[in-house]
């Protein structure tokens, strides 16, 4: 099978899926999810290789900020650059709110940002495409169980926060990660019934994904870091072996 009739197939079947509105609809939020990765990831750049603004407590709640000036501002399809100006200057405090962690990881291994950059893109590509091309509401019953999850999830992390448990926090990461990919097929699949219903927010509608593609890309971090460590420690162990 020639790889020209697979694109063929792909699209036939994206259009048989989607309507003409929806496929532009989707065209918008992803367009909003791209340019604010940009600008997330121009807000971690400006905190890693500048003093003039740092990442912290404050940055994400100036993020937050924004996030509910968004929310609160209402989709009249005549605001939209002003919103679209709230959703950029979120995703920048976003990317400086992930700063802190970018620092450590530097120390640590810097080739592991780029890595986890990639394979957050893969993830998030391959999983929104399983959501566009399977049945209509096939993923939108699972919204239950990943909000149980991601409350059980939060209450492994305060619990964790007192105890201190290196176990507890792997359980918490990786269950972390699962919720995160069931939920970029949760929201992409909600984001087209809402279009279905009337709403035009595409905005609104990014912010989701957004969020999505942060929340994969921190946790891939995380365990592309340990993996790295564990392997540095695993090659120190064997060259000291090697020595005796």
């Not at 500048?50 to 609160?72: D, R």
């Not at 009337?198 to 971090?221: P, Q």
């Amino acid at each position: 099978m020639s790889d020209s009739y697979r694109f063929q197939s792909f699209f036939n079947t994206l259009h048989c899926r989607l309507s003409e509105p929806e496929r532009q609809h989707l065209r918008n939020v992803y367009s909003c999810v791209a340019l604010s990765t940009f600008v997330a990831a121009a807000g971690g750049y400006v905190h890693v290789t500048t003093e003039l603004i740092q990442g912290g407590i404050l940055s994400s709640l100036i993020s937050f900020a924004f996030l509910t000036v968004l929310a609160t501002t209402t989709y009249n399809g005549k605001n939209t650059t002003i919103r679209l100006r709230f959703l950029l200057a979120f995703a920048f405090c976003a990317g400086l709110s992930l700063g802190p962690l970018l620092d450590i990881i530097i120390m640590i291994n810097p080739k592991v940002i780029p890595s986890g950059f990639l394979a957050t893109s893969v993830i998030f590509i391959c999983f929104s495409l399983s959501s566009i091309l399977s049945e209509q509401g096939k993923w939108l019953f699972i919204g239950g169980s990943l909000f149980s999850l991601l409350s059980t999830v939060a209450l492994m992390h305060l619990v964790n926060m007192i105890i201190g448990s290196t176990f507890l926090f792997q359980v918490n990461l990786y269950i972390g990660l699962i919720v995160i990919c069931g939920f970029i097929l949760y929201d992409t699949q909600m984001i087209i019934e809402k279009k279905r219903s009337g709403e035009n927010d595409f905005i609104w509608h990014s912010v989701d994904l957004f969020l999505d593609f942060i929340g994969l890309f921190r946790k891939l971090l995380v365990i592309l870091t340990q993996k790295d460590i564990s392997r540095k420690t695993r090659q120190k162990d064997n060259d000291k072996c090697k020595k005796e």
